[in-house]
Structure formats: C-alpha cells, structure tokens
C-alpha cells in the first residue's frame, strides 16, 4: 500500500487545514496510507472537520517517526515544512500551496529570503487556484517545476441552499455579513464594520477571534469561534457578505455563501477570479479602495431586485461547483502524476537557507574582535605614556600636561575595557547560539540530507568547477576584509 | 479545472459527471479533431501579437477550465465569413485576441448561420434573437448593420483589426458600440466637392458597404474630381481586386496600397468609410467626411462627440478584462454622479494607482518598484505599462510584479505588444485601465522618497487638484549644461488656483514635468485624457486643458527623484524645447474637436 504523508504545523480550525484534510480523507478512502506529520510539540490533537470514521482513517505521526518510514509521497503543506519533506525519505516531493505565502510575512522580514529559497526548488507544486499556477510558473519557474492545480471542493451534504424571506423593494432590509478574525491584518474586519457602521446598515460578524467593544448599534449580532458545522446557520441569516481582503488563495466564504444562496461584495483581490464574475454572480471592486465598497454596498442595500439577480447566479454558479467526492478523481490522479525530482535541488535550496543563518553570526564576533584590539592598543599607548613620564624632567609644567595625558589615557582604558567585557558578554551569548547552531549542524550532517549535499558538493567540484563562484567568493571575502580595515582606521586615527 | 494537454499537465480529463455537465453546457470551443481547422487555429493564434493572449486563448479554449456555469458572451460572425479571405481570418484573430481576456470570467458562445464558422468551432449556435438574448453581450465581425441588430438585444460591439496599422505603430483595434447615437451631421456630393478643392486623399476599408461607397466615389469623380485612393492596411488582395476593377481605366484615380510614412506625410484623409483613418488629424478646420449608412456625413465636433471607448482600444487595452467589459457591457459609470460618502479616517483615503510606462529598463524598475514598496501608505495599485519592451525589461517587471505583491498592492502589468515610440499612448492606456480614485503617473527610471503620500492622510484631498512634487535631480550621467541643478531639492511654485495655475502654464512652460504628479481621475476624464498625437509635450498639454477644466494646482511636501542619465531624453522643467507641437495645439485648443 502506497504510503503518503502530510506535514502540517497543528491541527487547528482553519480553512487551510481543512482543505489538507479533506485531501488526505479522499486518499485514505481510496487505499493509500495516510500518514498526518506533525512537530514532537503537536501531541496528539484530535483531528478537526472531518467525520469520526474519516478521521479513524488517518495516522498522526510526530516528525522523527516519520524519518524512520518510507513513503511514495511527501507533501509539504505551508513553505516552512519543506525542510522537513527535504529530509523524509519519500519517491515523490510536493508542495501543497494554497496562498503566496509570501504575502503573510512582515515586511523585509528575513523569512523573506527563507521563502524565496525554498520556492525556488525543484518540485512537484499541486494549488488549488489557476492564479497560483501561473504565479508559480512565471515567478518561480527557473527550476523546473512540476504544477497542478486542483480546486477545492465544497461540502455538498453541508453547504445548501437556505430558505430566506424574499427581498423585495419596500419588504425586509438587507442583512451583512462580515467574515473572518478581527486579528488578522489582511482581512481588514475593523475598517469594514467602521464602514457598515457608518452607512448606517445592519450587518453580522462571525469570526474565529472577535472585538465586540468595535461593534456599533447596527450590528445584529456577533459570533466567535462557531463550529464548522454551524457555519451555514450563520450564512443564512443574512443575505451579502462583505468581504475586503486583500491576500487570498482561493477563498471559501464568498462559495459558501453562493451555496445558501446568497451573494457577496467583495475586494477584486487574486483568487477571486476563480468562481466570482463582476455583476452577474457578486460585486467585485477594485481591491484598496473603501470608496468603491462603499458604493457597492450601498447600490445594493437601494435595490433588491439586484441582489436577488446576484443570489440566483451565485447559487447556480456553487450547484455547479465540484464537491469534494467529485474531486476525487483528481486528486488521485494528481498524486500517481507527480514526477520522481529526486531532493538534490530541495537540498541545496535547504542548506542555503541553513548556511545564511550560520553565517549572520560572524559580524558579532567580528565587533569583539575588533573591541578587543582598540583595548590592547589603548592599554599600550598607556605605558608608552607612563614610561615617557619616568623619562621626563621633573619640571612641573611638563609633568602636569603629562599627568592630564596619563589621566585621559586610563579614561580611555577603563572606557575600551568597559567595551571590551560588553563584547565579551556579547560574544559569549553569540557563542552560546553558535553552539546551539552548531549542534543543529551536528544533527544536520547526522541527516541524510547532509550527506547527501556533501555528495553533491564532491561530486560538483569534481565535474562542474565553477570559476564564477570562486570569483564571487574570493570578491565577498575581499570587501569583508576592507570593511573590516574601515573599521579599524578610525581607531587607529583616534589613538 | 481540467487542464489543458499543452500545458505541464499529463493527468486525463476530470472524469464522470463533471465532464458531461461541461459538454451539455456547450462543449469545447474548438472544432475537435478537424486537421484542417486546427491548421487554420494555428495560424490564427500565431497571428497575436501578445502571446500572453495566445497561452491564455489556448488554455481556456481546449477544454472548460475554472468556473463550470458562467455567464456567456456571444461571438457572432455573419453568414459570408469565410476562412478563404485574409481579412475575415484577420479580424477573427483581433476578436479572439479581445476575447481571450475575459475567458476566465466567461464562457464564449459562437454565433453564426456560417458553414467555416462550424468547421472552425466546436459548438456554432445558428443566429437568433433567443441565442444573443442568452449572452450577457457580444462581439459582432464584419457587419456594422448585424452589430446594429445584436445592439438592440444586448450590449454589443463591432470588432476589427486596425486599418491603419500602417501609422507608425500606433496600432489600435476598431471596437464600435452597437446602436450607437450618430452625432454628425448628412453631407452631399456637393458639399464634398467643395469642401475637397483639388484631389481629396480617399481612405478606403474593407465593410459591407463598400460597394454602396465606391458606386459613391464614382459620382464623385463624375463630377470632376480627381481621387487619390489608399487602402486600408485591412485590405487583401480581394479587395484590391474589387477597387482597381471599378475604377478600371481612370488616369484620374490613383489607388495605391497603405505605406507606413502615410501619417507623416501630413497628407490627411477628407473621405473615408472608416472613423478611425480620420480621427489623428492636425488641422481640424479641414473638413472631413465619412461614408456610413449609405450617405456621406459631415465629420466635425458635435455637441456631444462620442466616446473613444465607443470606438476603439488601443493595444493593451484588450488585456484588461475589468476596463474592457466595462466599455463593452456598458457599465462605464465614470460619468454617474457617485455618492459623496465620507466615513472619516481611513475609509476616506483614495486608492491611488500609480502607473509607470517601461521601455527598456531593467535596474531602474527595480529601484522605482522598492520606492513603491517602501512607502507606508496601503492603498495602492501599481499598473505596469510595458512598451513593446525587450524580453530582459519584461523579466524586471516580473520580478517587480513578484517583489510588490508581498505589500499587498495589486499590480497589473499591460503589455503592449510594439513599442509606441514615446510614452504618451502607454501613459495614457496605463491610466485608463486604472482603478484607483486618484492616479498618479511616475517614469520607470525615477522613483518617490518614502512617505509620499502623506498628504492623503493628513486631510482631505481634492478630485480638482493636480499634486506636484518637489524634483531632486540625480546625475545619472546625462550631460547638461554647468549649472545644472543636480542634487538639489527643487521646489515649485507652491499653491496656484486656477487662474494662477493657467497663467503659470503660459509663463514658464510645465514647471510640473511629469514624474508623480498626482491627481483623481475623474479631472484626467473631463480633461480628455492624454493626446495621442503629441510625442513629447503631451504632458504639458494635459495640464492645460486640466485647468481648462478648472483644476488648481498645489505642491507636495513629497519628493520625487528624476534620473537623469544617458538613456534618458526627458525634458526637465524649464526646458520647453521640444513641446512646440503641445503649444500649438493649446493654442487652438478652441479649434480642437475631440480626439
């Protein structure tokens, strides 16, 4: 039986997880052995979303028993976990990509570069969004790539059309709803019910984290952490969900709230595309602009005739929406079509990004180095001055100005040695991390990964020598020495 | 959702009740299996000059991929297309070319009593008042009077490949709106006889009327007038054939092919069968006149001139699905009253688009794009004009696309498939295609100082107000004359209302050059938008006839950093040198119908 494995970070309530899990349950189902990776940290949590049998199906394996099997496939589910599927010992390597994850990062954060790193590997990339394919391809295709793209799946026996009391002009105000947890940057929740406030307009809010001191007299009612199976209730009982998100995958609420029959508002933001046409099924407006929202909202809170329009193509446009089972052909497919890359590129990109943060340490111990020298010197220029001083006539003057030298000197002294114990203290906790460092290096060289990367390092020195990164190298370790001189001359000067 | 057999995919087609649902929705577009149509396929989609359209037209056309029930635009051909003649083959690869664009939103009917048209396509649905009504919209080929018919069901448009491709290489696509009001005024022989003292330059097009057109033209030359013919870059040999033989043995008619110096040649049409060859004049008092709906009518500025949206795209503009069927469908709303909504805080804070035309850069991309990414304010949309640029330029831009996607900014990259030889027409598509409140237009080789736009956030902007930037001029290496002021924060001349602000523009020229100058784009719409017919100075003459239409002016606190270097041939403020042309035409700006 072909063994697959999921490396997930937890196993918490969030959409991403879902669609992983309903992956792994459709796999299960059709034979294979599914095995759920997560950190030693996870313990065993119970397995959200799916039923009890399904879940029954599944394997909860913690990393380093994962290490000891064998699989035909290895599928990351987030970038952070390609390491991890670097070092399993699987046929087949995938990423599992719902979002551009780059977009989730703090701005010129470091797990910038990370990203790019990993991104860039050779692999097989399965998404759930055309959007996401091409971006793959055009920005990340200078190695070659295998990509799929399968879309989501919509729960069938949850997600149905409701009864809502129908709209018509002079009848019942239209209801809102807003989505998604008031912590989240890119959902911007609080400017959205600042916006329904201010327009005056009835609307909901369900959310896995909420703020009900940001809600006003036009809110009907606030939800928290409502369980997926309860989510329809939720839907019904308002007729448009408003949503100004601004980085997305291939979001579920808008579907969802096609598949009860109702519409949405919404930022044109990527992923959108993929089930939303502009006017016929949802409102889509330029994404960034609250004054378009607004006036969306606003044109169909003034005409019900219109939403009703919108809420009949959007239901048509989720009854033709695949489910789950009938993605199930696909996604098998997709899993006996991934191609054999081998990790000699997963590796490289892996180790570079282990080599970056091994390498960050030097300039610390470079400024302890080079505080350690202007103490020495400041420590010389002392003696010299005392042994002057010895040397010197006893006429008072002349051993006055000596004595303000000797007394500047040892100001001078006290201050370097004072920089000195600092940068001792510095580089003893720096040394501490390279020891953590280090250790992690010792296990990584245990790892198959670095052997492997040491065989391809042999052999690449061997067969492909390449002058351009020797060049680069030798360029690198020059201007380190020249800025290292930069920053001794001041001193030098000084003293 | 199922994909297609050229792309990396190797898996077979989504199985069981998917994929008949998809055939009884309509199938693929394509004719299956016809060698001989997938010859003709292969040449047609080999004629895009946008590849980018090509992979799109290939993916979504092979098999029904995204979403499975989508609304349905009809592709109507009329009952004499044929795939034997250039022409027809022609303007099929123009509207598959708009028509690519939208695929991913919608599905594409064809509608057609023609018998190529079904060897050609999968599925041919025969013309009917039920079919079209079935279509959220249409495109109509090679028919005015059958886009006229479709017009009255649903919104429609008449689409065909630039006649006057041979211009330079402003090349536009013809895009006429069905049913559209005629705001011209009935001319007869007489008058045009008059009004075409000497030999009158005659443009003629491939249409269904051109027998109606050239029986016209006959009693023209009945009445003594000489014609000099030139035929539309449209035409095939067809058509040659049809013109030379009626006018067979007249030393008085010269009937020549289009050449490319025909625009500079300042030998301007006087009578044409098609609106665009007439559009690009430089004397309007000239008269014109055009042969439509079997008469001649009198080309001037009417009281309420139609839309360039009414009747034509530039290149690029196809690829931009949003404003595209936004014309098409009819929802331009740039002209409803918009509710003055003010929420306070954040919520009154404008989208801005920042839209940069790029010809061969490639380092200064990417520094204008860390300048963007750099800035605090969030709302932003980046539209990226690419000018026929070389491929090195479009891997910039791709990675500038990659780099400002991580700010949440949303970027549209538009690619001209020729370079327009200046940046005026991408400019100027650029900030049509863009969706922001307020634009602000920024060269690819300059960039903005952090917080630039701050001054949205410190109090209400204003919609009639053109916001320029301090210029700091950075030595690039361009050479200048001695006192340059490189490196020097150079401010402007501070507030100016509008008399002051058109005073200004008379006196010393454009002192707000064009880098980051910012306004809403509802003053760039009453302005006109930016005059095709200018190669430099186009800016200049914006401004004007934005304080024509009453805007003020007002400095920004900002900075912005203006390379100048050897590449660089951009006039910097006080240099009006090359802007004669821009000066001309605000001198007539009275005399100027519409463009």
């Known amino acids: 039986m072909k063994r697959i494995g999921f490396v997930l970070p937890g196993l918490g309530h969030y959409g991403g997880i879902n669609v992983v899990l309903n992956w792994a349950a459709i796999l299960a189902r059709s034979g294979y052995d599914v095995d759920i990776i997560l950190p030693p940290s996870a313990g065993r949590p119970s397995i959200p979303f799916l039923s009890e049998e399904d879940g029954c199906r599944l394997h909860l394996v913690a990393e380093p028993e994962a290490r000891r099997r064998r699989y035909h496939a290895a599928i990351a589910t987030w970038w952070g976990s390609i390491p991890v599927v670097a070092d399993l010992n699987a046929d087949h390597h995938a990423w599992f990509m719902q979002a551009y994850e780059g977009q989730f990062f703090a701005l010129n954060s470091p797990a910038q570069a990370d990203f790019d790193e990993l991104v860039a590997s050779q692999m097989n990339v399965i998404t759930i969004a055309h959007w996401l394919e091409d971006h793959i391809l055009r920005h990340y295709g200078f190695e070659p790539k295998q990509t799929f793209c399968v879309p989501i799946g919509l729960d069938a026996t949850l997600w149905k059309p409701v009864l809502r009391e129908p709209l018509r002009r002079g009848g019942r105000g239209l209801c809102f709803l807003v989505e998604g947890p008031v912590n989240d940057p890119r959902k911007h929740l609080a400017p959205t019910i600042r916006m329904l406030e201010g327009l005056g307009l009835p609307y909901r809010w369900v959310g896995a984290r909420v703020d009900r001191g940001l809600v006003g007299p036009h809110c009907r009612g606030v939800e928290e952490q409502v369980p997926y199976g309860r989510m329809p209730e939720v839907y019904r009982s308002a007729d448009v969900l408003v949503k100004a998100s601004s980085s997305e995958g291939m979001f579920a609420p808008p579907l969802e709230m096609f598949a009860t029959g109702g519409t949405a508002v919404l930022w044109d933001v990527q992923g959108a595309e993929e089930y939303v046409t502009d006017r016929h099924n949802a409102y889509l407006v330029p994404m960034n602009s609250w004054s378009r929202l607004a006036e969306a909202v606003l044109e169909l809170a003034d005409d019900p005739e219109r939403v009703r329009t919108l809420q009949e193509n959007a239901r048509a446009t989720a009854a033709a ?30 180790a570079k990004n282990q080599f970056r943060t091994i390498l960050h340490s030097e300039p610390v111990v470079v400024e302890a180095t080079r505080t350690r020298a202007e103490a020495a010197r400041a420590d010389y220029e002392l003696a010299r001055a005392d042994a002057e001083a010895a040397r010197a006539l006893p006429a008072e003057g002349r051993l006055t100005e000596l004595h303000h030298v000797k007394e500047g000197l040892r100001a001078r002294l006290e201050a370097a040695l004072q920089s000195a114990a600092e940068a001792r203290q510095a580089e003893a906790a720096r040394a ?64 | 959702m199922v994909p297609g057999p050229s792309g990396p995919h190797r898996f077979p087609d989504r199985l069981g009740r998917l994929t008949r649902a998809a055939d009884r929705e309509g199938g693929r577009l394509l004719a299956p299996q016809d060698p001989e149509a997938l010859e003709v ?23 029904r991929v995204g979403i499975l029930r989508k609304p349905r635009l009809a592709l109507v051909l009329p009952e004499h297309f044929s795939l034997a003649r250039p022409v027809h083959r022609r303007d099929l690869a123009a509207a598959l070319e708009v028509v690519a664009s939208v695929m991913d939103q919608y599905a594409i009917e064809v509608v057609s009593e023609s018998r190529d048209a079904r060897r050609l396509f999968g599925a041919v649905e025969p013309f009917s008042h039920e079919a079209i009504a079935g279509c959220a919209g249409a495109l109509v080929l090679l028919s005015r009077s059958l886009n006229d018919e479709v017009g009255a069901i649903r919104p429609s448009r008449y689409v065909a490949a630039d006649p006057c491709a041979y211009r330079i290489n402003k090349q536009r696509l013809v895009f006429e709106a069905g049913r559209a009001e005629w705001p011209f005024a009935p001319a007869d022989d007489r008058e045009i006889a008059q009004a075409c003292c000497g030999r009158p330059h005659v443009f003629l097009d491939e249409d269904e009327e051109l027998p109606a057109f050239l029986e016209a033209l006959r009693r023209l030359r009945g009445q003594g007038l000489p014609l000099h013919v030139t035929l539309s870059s449209r035409a095939d040999e067809d058509l040659a054939r049809r013109v030379h033989a009626a006018f067979a043995e007249d030393p008085r008619v010269e009937v020549r092919d289009a050449e490319p110096l025909a625009f500079e040649d300042r030998s301007e049409f006087q009578v044409s069968n098609e609106l665009i060859a007439l559009l690009t004049r430089r004397q309007p008092t000239r008269p014109q006149f055009l042969f439509r709906r079997g008469a001649f009518w009198r080309v001037e500025a009417p009281a309420s001139p139609p839309s360039r949206s009414d009747l034509y795209l530039f290149r690029g503009e196809e690829s931009n699905a949003r404003g595209l069927l936004d014309a098409w469908l009819g929802r331009h709303d740039r002209d409803r009253p918009r509710p003055a ?43 990226l004009v690419s000018n026929g640029s070389p491929p090195e330029t479009l891997e910039a831009i791709r990675a500038a696309e990659n780099f400002l996607m991580k700010r949440k900014y949303r970027v549209r990259i538009l690619e001209l498939a020729r370079a327009c030889g200046s940046a005026t027409i991408p400019r100027d598509v650029g900030i049509r295609a863009s969706c922001g409140d307020m634009a602000c237009v920024l060269d690819s080789d300059d960039w903005l100082d952090p917080g630039y736009f701050d001054f949205l956030r410190k109090g209400p902007w204003r919609a009639d107000t053109l916001y320029y930037p301090r210029k700091f001029y950075r030595d690039h290496g361009r050479v200048m004359h001695e006192q340059f002021p490189y490196e020097r924060t150079l401010p402007g001349p501070g507030a100016l209302e509008n008399a002051d602000l058109i005073a200004t523009l008379r006196r010393i020229g454009n002192f707000m050059s064009n880098s980051g100058v910012c306004f809403s784009r509802a003053l760039f719409d009453r302005a006109g938008g930016i005059d095709h017919r200018l190669s430099y100075g186009e800016d200049l003459y914006l401004w004007w006839r934005c304080a024509r239409a009453g805007a ?36 007539r700006q009275e005399l100027i119908p519409w463009q």
């Open chain 2, 341 to 383: 909504i003010r929420l306070g805080g954040v919520l009154d804070e404008p989208l801005v688009s920042i839209v940069v035309p790029i010809y061969d850069r490639t380092a200064e991309i990417v520094r204008m794009a860390h300048s963007i990414y750099e800035q605090d304010y969030p709302w932003i949309e980046v539209v």
């Open chain 1, 432 to 495: 501490a991390q390279v020891h953590t460092l280090a250790v992690e290096m010792h296990r990584l060289k245990a790892s198959r990964t670095w052997r492997l990367a040491h065989l391809l390092q042999r052999a690449r020195k061997r067969l492909a020598p390449d002058g351009s990164r020797r060049l680069a190298y030798l360029v690198w370790t020059g201007r380190g020495v020249w800025r290292a001189g930069r920053r001794l001359k001041p001193a030098r000067r000084a003293a």
């Open chain 1, 321 to 350: 929406w695949p489910t789950w089972e009938d993605q199930a052909d696909q996604i098998r497919a997709t899993i006996e079509s991934l191609v054999p890359f081998g990790r000699c590129s997963l590796v490289r990109h892996v």
């Open chain 2, 552 to 587: 003020r002016a007002e400095e920004l606190e900002g900075r912005v950093n203006i390379s100048l270097h050897p590449g660089n041939n951009e006039l910097v403020v006080g240099d009006n040198s090359r802007s004669e042309a821009a000066c001309e035409l605000a001198r």
């Open chain 2, 41 to 63: 396929w292969e040449e047609i989609l080999d004629a895009f000059p946008d590849r980018a359209a090509a992979r799109r037209f290939r993916r979504f056309a092979g098999h």
